[in-house]
């Protein structure tokens, strides 16, 4: 009897994929957790087969300042209405401190004028909303890979995750707050660099002062603005909704390489 | 005209047109094709203008864009091309959503899902795009190995003449196709645009779609310099799946227009009867 009515489901799931494909109106398909399911295997495919392509240091493309746009389209949060970063904000961040923690061997929380003062990277990069439009701008900051080999990961590291201080969309529970999360192979990415600079002045509210993360390889949304705290995790099922970012929390690919 | 139905009772015969893996990648392309468009326009209706060069957002000066606009108490949709603007409320900029006017690039019935989803219709593009690539593979490595591109998609040498070429022009304006012999092969008119779909428009949607991904960039970043940039590769994957959809429409119509059952029968089973000379 079981087969049966496994064959009726089989057959009722046939005539749903076939009336959904023939009328963009139906949407009961793309709504099934089984179709998400199935979906995702490309994200999978697309990720794998850009990483064996690129190699893990294969460079995104420099621009020239002749390049830069000139109006760079702030988006997400333009001004965090969180009271903390608030007073952060009014005392010009001198207040304000990055940490860094998690499974590191030697935690650490850096003010930013200590974050100026490490070695610092520069480069004209172009930043790839996932909507679709494009902007050039110019982003200086501290290589994620060195301030990560100072603090020493512990071997079972294997995401890094970057906390902000935005609240995106307002939760009972708190799952609202922006987050983003990136591999150690893009963490130690010659480009992946945290940004305090851009186009030459201090980062602008609007585009996450004082601190925000640049992983040129990827789409805007990896791109965390409003840095507070930068976590060494060994999985990401724990944090937040756990896919590893408010946008992937939200149905978005965490491999936003494409 | 001088074929004449020797002997032949019905007039017909029957030729196996189609191989197939012919038919097989046919159908499986034109399930990838339709996806991929449906899911195409969703993902455009998030940010709904093209712009040529690297970058391009809200301020600066696009090609094609498409708003809606208030004006008194009623809104509607405008779609701009270049320095032309085109009232399209209704349709383009501005359409109904459950009875209710929204903001939008295309309207619901074009889009996959019907309700604005960029995540969801990411999802399914780049699952069908997958597809679409490998299905594609497939079908070129089988008309090299198979001599299908050689022998049925190549035109030949006499066939390339203006007089030959309008000869068949007026032929299909008249709606008047090919029987008897001539109808075992495809015409010239058929083999150029199925090699400009097939050799052209397909693989340009795919490479202006690589160069979308900032990924890619980093492993081709010379695809940037042949399209001009990631907004323009933009613009061109937008233009080529409307050349392919003009295409589609036309190829369903002479489908129609040149025997429906035949040639859905030739591309199922592979079978496709020829008329022998003009009709009795």
């Known amino acids: 009897m079981s087969r049966i009515i496994t064959r009726r489901r089989f057959l009722i799931g046939a005539t749903m994929t076939a009336s959904a494909l023939g009328l963009s109106g139906c949407d009961a398909l793309v709504e099934s957790d089984r179709t998400k399911s199935v979906l995702k295997i490309a994200e999978g495919f697309s990720m794998k087969t850009q990483r064996f392509l690129l190699g893990d240091d294969a460079l995104a493309r420099e621009f020239t300042e002749a390049d830069l746009s000139p109006v760079f389209r702030a988006n997400g949060t333009s001004m965090p209405d969180n009271p903390q970063y608030l007073d952060w904000m009014n005392r010009q961040f001198s207040t304000w401190k990055l940490e860094v923690g998690g499974l590191v061997e030697k935690p650490m929380q850096l003010s930013l004028a200590e974050l100026k003062a490490l070695p610092a990277r520069s480069q004209i990069t172009r930043h790839d909303c996932v909507e679709g439009w494009s902007a050039i701008g110019k982003w200086t900051g501290v290589p994620l890979g060195a301030l990560l080999k100072t603090v020493g990961l512990k071997p079972e590291a294997r995401y890094i995750v970057f906390h902000c201080a935005d609240e995106y969309e307002k939760t009972l529970d708190g799952s609202g707050w922006y987050y983003e999360s990136i591999d150690l192979v893009d963490a130690f990415h010659p480009q992946t660099i945290l940004a305090h600079t851009m186009n030459g002045r201090d980062l602008e509210v609007a585009h996450g002062a004082p601190l925000r993360l640049r992983v040129e390889r990827q789409l805007g949304y990896k791109q965390a603005k409003y840095l507070t705290r930068i976590e060494a995790v060994a999985d990401l099922g724990r944090l937040y909704g756990g896919s590893g970012g408010f946008w992937e929390d939200r149905g978005y690919e965490w491999y936003a390489g494409i | ?280």
């Open chain 2, 1 to 280: 005209m001088a074929t004449i139905d020797a002997g032949a009772a019905t007039g017909r015969t029957v030729i196996y047109r189609h191989s197939l893996l012919v038919r097989l990648s046919h159908w499986v392309n034109v399930l990838c094709m339709t996806v991929l468009l449906f899911s195409g326009l969703q993902i455009f209706n998030a940010h709904p203008a093209l712009y040529w060069g690297q970058y391009g957002a809200d301020n600066d000066p696009s090609f094609i864009s498409m708003e809606a606009v208030e004006e008194g108490d009623r809104a509607k949709g405008l779609t701009h091309v270049g320095s032309l603007t085109f009232n399209t409320t209704g349709f383009l900029g501005l359409s109904e959503v459950d009875g209710e006017a929204t903001a939008r690039g295309f309207p619901d019935w074009l889009t996959m899902p019907s309700y604005q989803d960029l995540a969801s219709g990411r999802r399914w593009h780049f699952f069908f795009a997958w597809l679409f690539v490998i299905n594609g593979f497939a079908y070129l490595l089988y008309g090299l190995l198979s001599r299908h591109f050689r022998r049925d998609l190549l035109p030949a040498g006499n066939e390339l003449t203006p007089a030959h070429i309008g000869h068949e022009i007026v032929n299909h304006a008249r709606l008047r196709f090919p029987k008897g012999p001539e109808a075992r092969h495809y015409n010239t008119l058929q083999k150029l645009t199925y090699v400009a779909v097939i050799f052209l428009l397909l693989p340009l949607m795919v490479l202006t779609g690589l160069t979308m991904s900032p990924g890619f960039n980093a492993v081709a970043p010379w695809l940037l310099d042949v399209f001009g940039g990631r907004q323009s590769a933009r613009t061109i994957h937008f233009l080529t799946a409307f050349s392919l959809t003009a295409f589609v429409v036309v190829h369903v119509a002479m489908v129609i227009l040149s025997g429906v059952f035949n040639n859905l029968r030739s591309m199922i089973t592979g079978y496709y009867a020829i008329e022998q000379g003009d009709k009795q």
